[in-house]
């Protein structure tokens, strides 16, 4: 794993919220431009991992620091040494499980995880081999405009 600030690779890291400031675009570019919407998603606090000479660095009143001639905020949850130790192991297991979770939202390949329902009897049971092919590709065509499952 590798500090978000610095990129040093680390045997023992820091959980912190963190943002990376970044410049604010132009306003003349408008709040739904793409250097606008780019500019509030990297502006957010996410969940990272820091080292501790950088975790040591921010962690003073205001939650800021300069490293490597960028500057990073922590957010107040963050500070006064609460920002939890993580193993590697324990950071290998939380992206699992964060890269899970953003899964089961609903990314791209949502469609993919979904069960393959059972051959209805009107298909499984058809004697006509391209009568059966066709209500088969009439069955995936359905499937495929059908809206994703919700939820578990
Ligand atoms: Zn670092």
Redesign the pocket.
């Known amino acids: 794993m590798n ?1 978000f ?2 990129g ?1 690779e680390m045997a023992k890291a820091r959980k912190v919220k963190i943002r990376r400031c970044v410049p604010f675009p132009s306003a003349s570019l408008g709040p739904n431009s793409a250097a606008h919407v780019a500019y509030r998603e990297a502006m957010t606090y996410k969940w990272d991992v ?2 501790q ?2 975790y040591e660095l921010m962690d003073n009143v205001v939650g800021a620091a300069d ?1 490597a001639s960028k500057e990073f905020h922590l957010a107040g949850s963050s500070r006064r040494n609460r920002a939890r130790w993580l193993t590697k192991q324990q950071y290998d297991e939380w992206r699992l499980k964060d890269a899970d979770k953003r899964f089961l939202q609903g990314g791209p390949l949502m469609g993919w995880l979904q069960p393959i329902p059972e051959l209805p009897a009107i298909i499984r049971d058809e004697p006509d081999a391209a009568r059966k092919q066709a209500l088969f590709d009439e069955l995936l065509a359905e499937g495929r405009n059908a809206k994703p499952m919700a939820g578990k």
């Open positions: 500090c600030c610095c040093q820091v080292c000479t950088c490293i």
